[in-house]
């Protein structure tokens, strides 16, 4: 697509249940980067996919995250048993190597209540 | 560890007037420099980057930016801002151990008085 394109744009979800964010890069580009932004806040990197290599997920701040990526195609980032704290705009970007020409999408806010 | 420190939560400028967001880091050697726009319902948009080089960078949308390895900073300019320009700016550096990893300041938010 033109952009990156992330969905859904806003999602309200009660405290203990799972949420599935989905993040679709610029085609061709092989690096995908998920970020959370809290309020505030800078932004916070959680995890990296580049082509085929193993994943950097350093980021992910606990066992109730994890994303998943096929080839160079869409992520899709999972919250397990949301908890308050994990409200936030999550940010995806992709680039074609590296993080200088990262293109960001609009994001997804997270809200638990 | 690295850090980012963009002093100013926010900022208030007139249409028209000048304009320069501070931008501090701590590193250990030349780093890789960033400003990120981030407009209301819009994703982060790159301004300019600094790698090495001449220490004036110039960016989109009338934007620069200055490398003062003496002062570690990497303040943004622009000499006369719009209405349109009112939005968060990030600077962000690169990790030292990462190709791929920033490192982000918390933000200042640019309000344009008209």
Known sequence: GAGVSQSPSNKVTEKGKDVELRCDPISGHTALYWYRQRLGQGLEFLIYFQGNSAPDKSGLPSDRFSAERTGESVSTLTIQRTQQEDSAVYLCASSLQGAAEAFFGQGTRLTVV | ?114
């Open chain 2, 1 to 114: 560890a690295q850090s980012v420190t963009q002093p100013d939560i926010h900022i208030t400028v007139s249409e028209g007037a000048s304009l320069e967001l501070r931008c501090n880091y701590s590193y250990g050697a030349t780093p890789y420099l960033f400003w990120y726009v981030q407009s209301p319902g819009q994703g982060l948009q790159l301004l300019l980057k600094y790698f090495s080089g001449d220490t004036l960078v110039q960016g989109i949308k009338g934007f620069e930016a200055e490398f003062k390895r003496s002062q570690s900073s990497f303040n943004l300019r622009k000499p006369s801002v719009h209405w349109s320009d009112a939005a968060e700016y990030f600077c962000a550096v690169g990790r030292m151990d990462s190709n791929y990893q920033l490192i982000w300041g918390a933000g200042t938010k640019l309000i344009i008085k008209p």
